[in-house]
């Protein structure tokens, strides 16, 4: 299904999959499918979902770090023989030094996602992680050359998985932010003119978006505009275009998750979800973005 979501009007839900390692964090789990199960296209009509969410885990229950049990969709070995049909994957914190000790789960599927917009660079796809989850994404050297953030807490062992990643791998070293609530990179719209643009922020308190028939939405947004398509511009993007969210902790996450609501739905999706959650949205960091 998703496969065919090249259209800027699509109607199918996006297809997002979460990816529950051991000792994952459960309200960075909660926060996330809180938000998009909150999305619709229609605040009065329960039936326009506008995301469709799918767990993956090593066992039928994965414990949280909190001790909760959490009863996957789908094993990984099913994940991965279908990973090119989501258009959106989510890293949570939790463990990760086990995690980076073992070589384990969530590791090898981002490098998996990652490589698939590599090779097809036509598709949309976005990697978001919570917490210390972009720790992982360190790891598997998909931050260098983008700028990221992570929990306050885990700073320290962020920028130094981030600088033994560059220096393994001979690249660039992530730009890390230690103050917005998220931050993102590879725009996937058109941008046109800063002034004009309402998915500019470069600071955390810029200014209101717009809506309206001037307003810019992402590629795949349901209620957006056409766009401009550009296979040599996507392809010479970083990691063939895939954008990457990190956000901080848990409520950042939520921050973070909205923001994937406003570009993939509309803004006013988002602003209805933060209405109904009683949380107050705090806009993120989105770095020089690239049209395609």
Not at 254 to 282: F, G, K, M, P
């Amino acid at each position: 299904m998703a496969t065919t979501k090249n259209s800027a009007v699509s109607e199918d839900p996006v297809d997002v999959l979460i990816v529950l390692h051991n000792k994952f964090d459960l309200l960075d789990f909660a926060a996330v499918v809180k938000v998009l199960t909150s999305a619709l296209h229609d605040k009065n009509d329960t039936a326009t979902k506008a995301f469709e969410i799918t767990t993956v885990g090593a066992e039928a229950k994965v414990l949280s770090s909190q001790g909760v049990l959490v009863g996957p969709n789908l094993s990984f070995k099913d994940a991965y023989e279908q990973l090119d049909t989501y258009d959106v994957l989510v890293i949570l914190g939790g463990d990760y030094d086990t995690v980076l000790k073992n070589k384990a789960e969530p590791l090898p599927i981002i490098k998996a996602y990652s490589d698939l917009q590599m090779k097809d660079n036509l598709r949309e796809r976005t990697l978001l992680s919570v917490c210390s989850g972009s720790i992982f994404l360190a790891e598997q050297g998909i931050l260098s050359g983008l700028a990221a953030t992570t929990h306050p807490d885990y700073m320290t062992a962020f920028e130094n998985t981030c600088s033994h990643s560059s220096v393994r791998d001979g690249t660039d070293r992530c730009d890390v932010d230690e103050i917005a609530r998220y931050v993102v990179n590879n725009l996937r719209f058109d941008l046109g003119d800063e002034d004009e643009n309402p998915y500019i922020r470069r600071k955390s308190d810029a200014g209101q978006q717009r809506s309206g028939p001037g307003a810019r939405k992402g590629s795949i947004s349901f209620k957006g505009m056409s766009r401009r398509e550009s296979v040599a511009r996507r392809a010479a993007m970083r990691l063939g275009g895939l954008r990457v969210i990190t956000s901080g902790g848990s409520t950042a996450g939520i921050d973070a998750t909205l923001y994937l609501v406003s570009i993939l739905v509309d803004e006013d999706a988002a602003n209805e979800v933060a209405r109904s959650l009683q949380h107050n949205w705090v806009k993120g960091t989105v770095v020089d973005g690239l049209d395609v």
